[in-house]
């Protein structure tokens, strides 16, 4: 069953409310944040941010799992994050 606009907004708000950096916000934050929102779904090994290059985007992992890498010394990567 479709989602009505109103409620699929709702539920963003919901799961804003669990987001540990944005528990400080107040209801009306969230919701200007939730109405900005677009979900987007990644495939395994899909880089979505890489180091040096300009970022204009805010990314909250919904479900599943990622994993972050520093280069710490020409063409050497350590693993920040699992």
Do not use: W
Not at 27 to 39: G, S, W
Not at 45 to 71: L, R
Request: hydrophobic share 40%.
């Amino acid at each position: 069953m479709m989602q009505s606009g109103k409620q699929a907004l709702n539920e963003r708000v919901q799961f804003l409310s669990k987001v540990n950096i944005l528990k400080e916000l107040d209801h009306y934050e969230k919701f200007k944040i939730a109405e900005a929102m677009q979900m987007r779904k990644v495939e395994d090994d899909e880089v979505i941010v890489k180091e040096g290059e300009p970022g204009s985007e805010f990314f909250i992992i919904q479900s599943g799992e990622c994993h972050v890498y520093k280069q710490v010394l020409v063409d050497v990567t350590q693993c920040l994050l699992k």
